[in-house]
């Protein structure tokens, strides 16, 4: 029977080329978007799940107190000393560590110098996550202060290969590190990402303020793996107070969240998680199934709309005794072949586009075909595909009446047929509808926020990291780079113009109140030439300046602190900034720092002479930016040798800040036009039957003087009424479903009806070119041919 069924399976694909081509087509781009969101959707929920004991591991957060006790805001870093009292004052702790931010650090082989990813960590780091080790004892790997541990594609960059224990680098060109482990490469998808591990021990010797006992410096992250029989809502209960006991004034309590799920729930409001990149997840989610039942819904149109040609077949077929289980398994047999062609053609679509994928979401996503999960999986999807796709078409095939349709009595079964068909149609386009609608807005929302005000000269404005010797030989760097002539102007920061981060309390002014205190101001260190280099506007007095010695003890503030602050005539007014008494000599206008789409903080700018970070250059316009860079490369190498020159363009940095936004407004651009595109697909091939049914009845109006025009529009107007009705369901849904998206954005644009209604046009257009190619080709056929067999 099955051997049978087969044959007839692929014989009817064989004798119906054109349906079953657009169904194979349909279902293959229906596949192959679906398959790859869920590939990106499973990169995304594995994210720090790595390792078997993943489900253990906790990160230390802190909830900040206002004045009245109330949660105001709640952060994953903590000071140095939570980590230490939580592992010997709570026996549930089994292991902990701290670690601070990461980034590009210098590391050498002793010819080559590389900037990798390297972190600091305490020991006990080995014990919280599951790295899996090349070479060297895990328990022994980070106990010596110069110890390191590399990743084997660090190893390979250093010496070419992983056989390296033992070997020898040399750490920011100041101290030798024995290699004492190999690890294997850290998955993108881990939070905690480094390129070489060093221990906790060797960052206190590099920096005086990392050993002094700190409860309130919140400058480093903690983990902490628990005993597996924990409850975690006692545990938390049980350390809320801790902070005060420590530390009494410090306003502030902590609280331990699952580690794996904090990258996609990593937005708190009142302590309590509310969501976050989770949003984005399930909405990838949603789009990968909406687009395969859209392909799906293409095919039981197609099955239903050839019943009339496949009832007489069913009718011989149960009229010598075929039962109608038998039936059922040949149409879902001819469902699953063709979803099986789909997914080998899913399959060539997904390595022919993965590479495109990865590259647009910076990410590596990839295909183990040797994975039996991944097999299983794909499995499970083509045959959950083929029987959702063949299921009605199989069961309102196989109840047809012998008897009826062997009389043509049964093979139309109008009515219910026809309207269960256009819901369909209904469907698919709403879902199409409220996908090129929500890809518009989220356009307009990037147009928006791009298009808002910097506050500071992009243009021909470049940073680079100040390492090594720029600290120390800042001012000889300087003299030179100007003497060159590849910058007119040059200032060192303690952080880049695109990236915040650096905030404190505890300001004080004249008027202020012990609740203004435990205000969050931002704050840049800086010295000479900062509003000259940067372009950030002046509103009133001066920035720091060589002619006054004074400027040691001054600050500048923007103004929305003058603001906050109810300052009036702030310019040479005492305030209290990081406990010493400053003086306000300038106030610069308000730019952006943080994200575009979000409010800054008011902002403070101090006079710090020895808290550098970034070196910040304009170029000189008059010369070409290749030549000014080779300069900048060149001269700087002369003065700090031992690392590579990278320098960035601050509009590009401020284009990164974008990337979310541009990347989830190209998805949905994309996939939404794959929505459209299979719609239409669809649309196209009801028109074909349609017109192949109506053939006759063409002819003879055709006969009796009706027109091109008048023929096109009986055909069309059917499919355009559904159309239409999906435009009208799926509007006031998408614009539901988008303001509350555009609400997630302090900064953000209104929904433009007028954009909508284009919308709609083009969608109607769409479909009217869609079907009108079908229903033309009908119209203008020769009568004689319909006829001619009457």
């Not at 679906?34 to 230390?60: F, I, P, T, W």
């Not at 250093?158 to 850290?186: P, Q």
């Not at 899913?346 to 495109?356: D, G, K, Q």
């Amino acid at each position: 029977m099955f051997k049978l069924n087969l044959k007839i399976t692929l014989r009817n694909l064989w004798r119906n080329k054109t349906s079953s081509l657009i169904n194979i087509s349909g279902l293959a781009i229906g596949l192959a978007s679906c398959l790859m969101l869920m590939l990106y959707v499973s990169y995304e929920r594995s994210y720090d799940n790595h390792g078997k004991d993943a489900g253990q591991v906790y990160k230390v957060m802190t909830n900040f107190l206002d004045i009245n006790k109330r949660i105001e805001s709640t952060g994953g870093l903590t000071g140095n000393m939570i980590g230490p009292a939580l592992k010997e004052d709570y026996p549930a702790v089994k292991a902990m560590s701290r670690y601070e931010w990461g980034g590009p650090k210098l590391i050498a082989n002793g010819t080559k110098s590389f900037k990798k990813s390297g972190r600091f960590a305490d020991a006990d780091i080995l014990n919280v996550f599951d790295y899996t080790f090349v070479s060297g004892n895990q328990k022994t790997a980070l106990n010596e202060p110069n110890n390191v541990i590399v990743t084997e594609s660090t190893a390979k960059l250093l010496f070419g290969t992983t056989d390296v224990l033992n070997k020898t680098v040399r750490f920011e060109n100041k101290i030798s590190l024995k290699i004492t482990g190999v690890v294997k490469d850290i998955p993108g998808n881990s939070s905690v990402y480094f390129d070489f591990l060093m221990p906790w021990s060797l960052y206190q010797t590099q920096f005086d303020w990392v050993k002094e006992p700190a409860w309130t410096n919140f400058n480093w992250s903690t983990v902490v793996k628990l005993d597996p029989s924990t409850d975690i809502a006692q545990f938390n209960k049980e350390i809320k107070g801790l902070m005060e006991k420590k530390r009494p004034d410090s306003r502030a309590f902590v609280f331990v969240y699952p580690f794996n799920k904090l990258h996609l729930n990593g937005t708190f409001v009142n302590g309590k998680s509310i969501g976050g990149k989770i949003e984005e997840v399930r909405l990838f989610m949603g789009l990968g199934i909406g687009i395969l039942l859209i392909a799906c819904v293409n095919f039981m149109n197609m099955a239903t709309a050839k019943s009339e040609r496949r009832a007489k077949e069913v009718g011989i077929k149960k009229t010598i005794g075929a039962t109608r289980g038998s039936l059922i398994s040949q149409f879902l047999m001819e469902s699953l072949v063709l979803t099986f062609c789909s997914a080998i053609m899913a399959i060539v679509i997904i390595e022919l586009a993965l590479p495109l994928f990865n590259n647009l979401l910076g990410i590596e996503l990839g295909v183990s075909y040797s994975n039996a999960q991944l097999w299983a999986g794909l499995i499970s999807v083509v045959l959950l595909t083929g029987l959702i796709a063949g299921s009605y078409p199989a069961f309102y095939l196989s109840s047809f009446n012998p008897v009826q349709i062997l009389r043509k009595k049964g093979g139309k079964s109008q009515g219910q047929l026809i309207s269960l068909r256009q819901l369909l149609v209904i469907g698919q386009f709403s879902f199409a509808v409220i996908l090129i609608i929500a890809t518009t807005v989220i356009y307009e929302q990037i147009q928006y926020i791009k298009n808002r005000p910097v506050g500071y000269k992009v243009d021909e404005l470049v940073e680079m990291e100040q390492d090594g010797d720029l600290f120390d030989k800042f001012e000889v760097l300087k003299a030179k780079l100007l003497q060159s002539g590849a910058i007119i102007s040059m200032a060192q920061s303690s952080t880049s113009m695109t990236k915040d981060g650096s905030n404190f309390t505890g300001m004080e002014w004249k008027g202020s109140t012990d609740a203004d205190k435990l205000f969050t101001f931002n704050q840049i260190a800086t010295t000479y030439d900062f509003i000259k280099t940067t372009g950030v506007k002046l509103l009133e007095g001066r920035e720091f300046s060589t002619q006054f010695a004074s400027d040691t003890a001054a600050v500048m503030v923007s103004r929305s602190a003058v603001k906050r602050m109810n300052l009036v005539n702030p310019v040479g007014q005492i305030v209290v900034f990081h406990g010493e008494k400053r003086t306000i000599v300038g106030v610069f206008d308000d730019f952006i720092w943080g994200s575009p789409a979000q409010v800054d903080r008011p902002m403070v700018i101090g006079f710090f002479q020895g808290w550098g970070g970034t070196v910040i250059m304009r170029l000189n316009p008059a010369n070409a930016p290749v030549a000014n860079l080779a300069l900048i490369e060149k001269i700087t190498k002369e003065v700090n040798p031992a690392y590579p020159v990278e320098v960035n363009y601050v509009d590009r940095l401020y284009a990164g800040k974008l990337n979310a936004q541009r990347i989830l407004g190209v998805l949905a651009n994309l996939f939404g036009g794959l929505a459209i595109f299979i719609s239409c697909l669809g649309l196209f091939g009801l028109a074909a039957f349609s017109a192949e049914q109506r053939t006759k009845e063409i002819g003879v109006r055709k006969v009796l003087g009706a027109s091109v025009g008048s023929l096109m529009q009986l055909l069309s107007l059917s499919f355009l009424k559904m159309v239409m009705i999906a435009i009208l369901i799926g509007i006031p849904i998408a614009n539901y479903i988008m303001n509350g998206w555009l609400r997630n954005f302090e900064i953000h644009t209104t929904i433009n009806w007028l954009i909508i209604f284009l919308v709609a046009a083009s969608t109607l257009g769409i479909a009217l070119i869609t079907v009108s190619l079908q229903t033309y080709k009908a119209a203008k056929t020769n009568p004689v041919q319909a006829l001619k067999y009457e």
